[in-house]
Every structure is written in C-alpha cells, then in structure tokens.
C-alpha cells in the first residue's frame, strides 16, 4: 500500500516528506489510518542513532491512535471503523515463556519495536507513526476507551504505560506513599497515574519552579532536592520512587528518601548514571531497578483504567510540518508536557 510519512533521511537530519509502501496485509494484519501521534524524546533519539542500529530513512513514532480501514481474513477483534491504538511495539514470537506471561516486551527473541525494528518476516525494517497509515499484527493494536478525547490519547501509548507500569507491578494503591523524580513528559504521567491509585503523591524537583504545576496536576506535596534540610526532613518517607530524569544523574541523594523495602525505579535514563552508594540499600532492604514498558494485556489494562479514571496527558497540538521545531524545543523542554501531531495536516 502506498503511503506517505515524515522522514529522517540520515543520521540527524531534519524530517521531511517521505513517500514509501506499507507492507500487504496478512490474514492476521490491521490496516490503520493514523489520526494522532505522540511525539516522544525516543523519536529524537532515534533520528540520531544514539542508541545504534538505525538505518535509514527513518519514520519515527510509536505513540499512535488511529481508525480501522480493514483487516486481514482471521483476525477476530477488530473491525472496520473501529478506533484503536499501537504503542511501542507491534510483533514478538508470542510463542516463549515471556510473550506466554503476557509480556512481550521480554520477548526471548526481541520484541518488534513500531519503529527501526526489523520485521520478522521479511527482515525490513518497521516505519512508524508520522505518517498516513501503518499495517499492525492484531495481537499488538489496542482498544481505546469512547470516554477518552482521541487528541491527547496518543501519549499514554508510551509515557502512560512507562509510568504506569511500575506503579502496578510494584502494587500502589490509596495510601501509598509515591515520589516522582522529574516532571516532564513521563513525570506528569507518573504524577496522574498515582494519584488516580489514591497514592500520597510529591514531587521532587531541583528548584521550586515547577511546584505550582505539580500541584495543578494533583500531587499533594513538593519537595525541593537542592534543599538538605528538606532532604533531611524526608528519610524513609516513600514507598516508590518513579525516576524519569532522561540524562545520567546521582541517584545516591534519593535512596536514603525510601522507607524500608522500597524501590527507586529508573524510567527515564537508558545508560549510565553516577556512581551508587549501597548504605541506604543495605540498610533498609531498599531497591534500584528499572522498567520498560509493559505486555499488551498491561497497556489495555492501563488504557482502560484511564478512561475510567478520566486520566489524559497535557498535550500541546502541532502540524506534521512543525515536526523539527518541536524537536529543537523538546531538547529546550520548552513543552508541556507532551506534542501530539494532528496527522490530517498531512494531507494539505
């Protein structure tokens, strides 16, 4: 099928219009035309090989809502017009004992990322969701709640179930004590997320800046890292830290902040951080540990506990051809707190 999408053309290079094919339907395939897609700081990353393993022309995007405009002869679930969602993911084996536990983001054979994955059929490598239409395996497209507004869906498909996933696996409910470490894109996420569990929500921050917007988006209190007396104040207060700072960081000032058993979960950083001290672990059972996402059956769990909850990201709206300025202000973090493309501005 002949599409057309926004593309990195190289390394770093700014994204411009790409025409290219979608591969043909499978009798288990999902053909969607995309409404909305998030724009997430994996797609900068990406465009400029930071993490290795990109070929190009690239199309970035893994955060997509769209509408069903056919399907392949067995698949079951969906249907023509039916609005849907793909995250970060869209094949695994679905046959190991992780796909089996309802995790496919541990797939034993690597799971198909949406984008600059390679399909495992043909080899070729996954385009995503800046574009008209993408072709999903039905197992990895998502319902999406009536109750939610489909223009600011899009991001819950990768900062909702990053921030959501921990706090379920780690077992938050009304009275738990939650801290947050940043609040940008997957912070605010986190902040939503716990607060819709009846957790005990603060968030951390290096300054006071952002406290009144924290407050606003329902965390009962704010603690300022810089300040040691606060720090001081706060040993053993939290149950689950939700870390999101995206760039290497000491994590060694928030540890001593777990009560006894509690964990400091990494969400945002992918590669080094400083130096660890293991007192406050040793001392206090406490943990370090890291999540990826979640299983499908984990995201439609989240996706429908939003719409219950009524659970949406603040989203800022821009056209296809505003795409690269988005970039260069998403490294400024001058959003808040996440950008949506409307893709019918791909059409004009």
């Known amino acids: 099928m002949k599409t057309v999408g926004y593309a990195a053309q190289s390394q770093g290079s700014e994204l411009t219009e790409f025409a290219f094919e979608r591969r043909d339907l499978r009798n288990n395939d999902v053909e969607i035309e995309i409404l909305y897609c998030g724009v997430c700081h994996s797609d900068l990353h990406a465009v400029r090989n930071d993490w290795g393993g990109v070929k190009y022309?690239?199309?970035?995007?893994?955060?997509?809502?769209?509408?069903?405009?056919?399907?392949?002869?067995?698949?079951?679930?969906?249907?023509?017009?039916?609005?849907?969602?793909?995250?970060?993911?869209?094949?695994?084996?679905?046959?190991?004992?992780q796909c089996d536990n309802n995790e496919e983001q541990f797939c034993r054979e690597g799971m198909v990322g949406t984008y600059a994955g390679k399909d495992r059929e043909t080899g070729e490598m996954t385009q995503g969701g800046y574009s008209k239409h993408v072709v999903v395996r039905e197992e990895?497209?998502?319902?999406?709640?009536?109750?939610?507004?489909?223009?600011?869906?899009?991001?819950?498909?990768?900062?909702?179930?990053?921030?959501?996933?921990?706090?379920?696996?780690?077992?938050?409910?009304?009275?738990?004590?939650?801290?947050?470490?940043?609040?940008g894109g997957l912070g605010h996420m986190a902040v939503k997320n716990a607060v819709a569990m009846g957790a005990d929500v603060t968030v951390i921050g290096r300054s006071e800046s952002k406290q009144e917007?924290?407050?606003?988006?329902?965390?009962?209190?704010?603690?300022?890292?810089?300040?040691?007396?606060?720090?001081?104040?706060?040993?053993s207060a939290f149950d689950v830290i939700i870390d999101t700072v995206p760039v290497k960081h000491d994590l060694s000032i928030y540890t001593?902040?777990?009560?006894?058993?509690?964990?400091?979960?990494?969400?945002?950083?992918?590669?080094?951080?400083?130096?660890?001290?293991?007192?406050?672990?040793?001392?206090?059972?406490?943990?370090?540990?890291?999540?990826?996402?979640?299983?499908?059956?984990?995201?439609?769990?989240?996706?429908?506990?939003?719409?219950?909850?009524?659970?949406?990201?603040?989203?800022?709206?821009?056209?296809?051809?505003?795409?690269?300025?988005?970039?260069?202000?998403?490294?400024?973090?001058?959003?808040?707190?996440?950008?949506?493309?409307?893709?019918?501005?791909?059409d004009s």
């Open 57 to 97: 022309p690239l199309i970035p995007g893994h955060e997509i809502v769209g509408k069903v405009i056919s399907v392949g002869n067995d698949v079951k679930k969906y249907k023509q017009g039916d609005t849907v969602g793909v995250g970060c993911m869209v094949d695994s084996c679905k046959s190991c004992d």
């Open 213 to 235: 917007d924290a407050v606003e988006l329902g965390a009962q209190h704010y603690l300022v890292s810089t300040n040691d007396d606060e720090m001081k104040e706060s040993q």
């Open 256 to 346: 001593p902040l777990l009560d006894i058993d509690g964990a400091l979960i990494i969400v945002g950083q992918v590669g080094p951080v400083d130096e660890l001290n293991t007192v406050p672990l040793l001392m206090g059972r406490r943990q370090v540990a890291g999540s990826l996402i979640g299983g499908i059956a984990e995201t439609q769990k989240m996706l429908d506990f939003c719409g219950e909850n009524n659970v949406l990201p603040e989203c800022e709206m821009i056209n296809i051809d505003e795409i690269n300025t988005a970039y260069e202000r998403m490294e400024k973090s001058d959003v808040r707190y996440r950008f949506v493309i409307d893709m019918a501005s791909l």
């Open 140 to 183: 990895f497209v998502l319902s999406i709640p009536k109750s939610l507004d489909l223009s600011r869906v899009a991001p819950l498909l990768c900062a909702g179930i990053t921030t959501y996933s921990p706090l379920h696996k780690w077992g938050i409910k009304r009275g738990s004590r939650v801290a947050v470490v940043g609040l």
